[in-house]
């Protein structure tokens, strides 16, 4: 009988490298680089959404800058802005923050990401009676 606890552990180990290949590239390929700032035209405003640092990191407070403009290009004040991140794919569960005004039409929170990857956050700003909602997704990491 041969000693073929050598080549076992060969086996082992090839398929952990291979694994552990093959699960980075899986990653790679669902974490596309995203823009560290978006615009976003909704119901006649104009939405900019700043994220930083970009990318953010997972389970660190990462801020968010809204900036609200009219259709001509006036700074909004006075508006409410609450935010939820979240990742579709998943069912890790929410954080929810809130956006305080800091300057005429500029709206800032810190929202925590729960884990590394592809997340999104839902911004929805209320101005007068109008609700405006936009999604920027973005991505974490560790
Ligand atoms: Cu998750």
Sequence with gaps: MPNTTWLRLFGLSAIIVLGTWFGFRQFAATSPQFPPVSDFMVEGYRIQVALHPSPATALKP???TVT???AAGRPVSGATGTATISMPQMLCGESPFTLTETETGRYVGEGIPLMA??????????AGDQSLRVRLPFAAVR
């Design 62 to 64: 990462a801020t968010f």
């Design 68 to 70: 609200l403009r009219d």
């Design 117 to 126: 990857g592809s997340s999104v956050a839902d911004v929805s700003m209320t």
